[in-house]
């Protein structure tokens, strides 16, 4: 089952890259739409908003950069990828301090675009839109975050303080309990929020590719480097760098990160000069560091030195005056996403059903049952058992059942590491085996799917 209704905008002069994208893409499920001039992209904006654009930096009418500028004053939100020559690496950094998700530099691997597109199309709609022309920052104040929740609002009266200054922060929780929302949320409300937010998975990728992109590389400096590559803290200079998942960084990077953090400085891979960066930092992590560090496995003075300012978001289950929130609030996003009229109404059946989940994947999980309903359910009122029957039946109730005894009996985190390893068991069943089609199910990167699926030793 696909979640990504919106098509994908492809802009290019060349036609040739376009039938070839255009062709890979759909052969992976996606709605493509492709432009040969930027200038008709723009005008399809609002009558069709896509869900990414993909675009080319270098183009005869209106060149990538301004492409993005003047979308953006249309549509703030829309996430873009770019597509360069080498020889228009500078405009590619440029663009990706206008906030775009990646670049590619051609030729590149279609797997390569695939990835770039989950990642870019990942984000969980939390944050109401306040008005049409509403800007990042407007939707990213905090009073416009959804909750209810005591421990999350004094968490975010809290956080509302340290936004200002450079306080380097370490996010906790649990996979989907919008751990890169608030992340994003202290960017908006810094006095960086001028410049790049830059985001990096330490989960998606593998440790070579990972170290790449952080610290960028030389020329030659291994088969395949063609040409020189800024990296990631590179980009991020002057504004803020997220690293999601820190703690899947190898033991053998968190020596360079630790340099990172009290030097401020990098060193591409194959080089020798220092090359300054001026960052705030802030690392997300869904594992338990402090056990992690104690038990060797994350270095325990990297562990303090992003421990500065620790904030913890709760889990979806322990966050019950939320739950009616988030309900109303998905059920009126994905209506107008997909122009569904019904008028949805919870019955106390179905709202105590919700709250008495577990909700293993969060508010993730709890967004994509929405989306679901929406697209799926025929009848206005949703009772306990549709929710039961568009979770999985009978089975998803047993083993809720079965992880409430489990954290009762024993380790939460082994509660839900079993209960997350039977969810992707049970997408790849459903998906006969595609990788793909149950990263989509699940609501995550096909990369990330990759890293669990060894994680739990899945074939």
């Known amino acids: 089952m696909t979640h990504l209704k919106e098509p994908i905008y492809l802009v290019d002069d060349e036609e040739n890259v376009l039938l070839s994208l255009k062709s890979g893409l759909e052969k992976e499920g996606y709605l493509v739409r492709t432009f040969s001039s930027a200038v008709d992209m723009l005008k399809s904006l609002k009558s069709e908003p896509p869900a990414v654009v993909v675009t080319d930096i270098l183009m005869p009418d209106l060149d990538g950069i301004e492409l993005i500028q003047k979308s953006k004053r249309i549509l703030p939100d829309l996430s873009f990828i770019v597509m360069t020559a080498h ?29 770039t597109i989950q990642k870019a199309t990942s984000q969980t709609r939390l944050i109401p839109v306040s008005g049409e022309k509403s800007g990042l920052e407007d939707r990213y ?5 959804i909750t209810k929740d005591p421990k999350m609002i004094e968490t975010f009266n809290m956080v509302s303080k340290i936004a200002k200054t450079d306080t380097t922060i370490l996010i906790m929780g649990e996979s989907g309990t919008g751990k890169e929302m608030m992340a994003r949320s202290i960017h908006y409300n810094s006095k960086r929020k001028g410049n790049s937010f830059v985001s990096v998975n330490c989960a998606a990728l593998p440790e070579t590719l990972l170290e790449s992109e952080l610290f960028g590389y030389e020329k030659g400096a291994f088969t395949g480097a063609v040409a020189s590559k800024p990296g990631l803290f590179e980009i991020a200079d002057a504004g ?28 591409h891979l194959g080089g020798i000069r220092e090359v300054p960066i001026n960052i705030r930092l802030i690392a997300a992590t869904s594992k338990n560091l402090p056990k992690e560090a104690k038990e ?25 005056n939320d739950i009616p929130l988030f309900a109303e609030h998905f059920l009126k996003f994905y209506s107008d996403r997909h122009g569904n009229k019904k008028s949805y109404r919870i019955d ?29 359910h025929e009848e206005e009122t949703i009772t306990a058992s549709t929710l039961e029957h568009l979770l999985g039946g009978p089975e ?38 595609n990788k793909f089609k149950a990263a989509r199910e699940l609501g995550v990167t096909r990369q990330n799917l990759r890293y669990k699926l060894k994680k739990y030793n899945i074939h």
């Not at 104040?141 to 975050?145: C, G, H, I, P, T």
């Not at 803020?240 to 060193?267: C, H, N, W, Y």
């Not at 047993?398 to 992707?424: F, T």
């Open 348 to 376: 106390e059946t179905g709202m105590a059903f919700l709250k008495n989940c577990e909700w293993p994947g969060n508010i993730r999980e709890f967004e994509n049952l929405f989306e679901r309903i929406v697209t799926l």
């Open 87 to 115: 020889a228009s690496i500078d405009s590619a950094i440029q663009a990706l301090r206008l906030g775009v998700i990646d670049y590619l530099v051609k030729p590149f691997r279609m797997n390569e675009l695939i990835a």
């Open 141 to 145: 104040r905090f009073k416009n975050l």
């Open 240 to 267: 803020t760098f997220f690293l999601d998942e820190v703690g899947e960084i190898p033991m053998s990077l968190q020596a360079k990160l630790l340099r990172v953090l009290q030097e401020r400085v990098i060193v």
């Open 296 to 320: 060797g496995r994350f270095r325990e003075d990297l562990f303090y030195r992003l421990h500065v300012v620790p904030i913890v978001m709760s889990p979806l289950r322990e966050r019950q």
């Open 396 to 433: 998803f109730s047993s083993k809720q059942e079965k992880s409430m005894e489990k954290r009762d009996e024993g380790d939460l985190h082994d509660a839900v590491e079993e209960l997350e390893k039977r969810m992707i068991e049970e997408a790849l069943k459903k998906a006969d085996g």
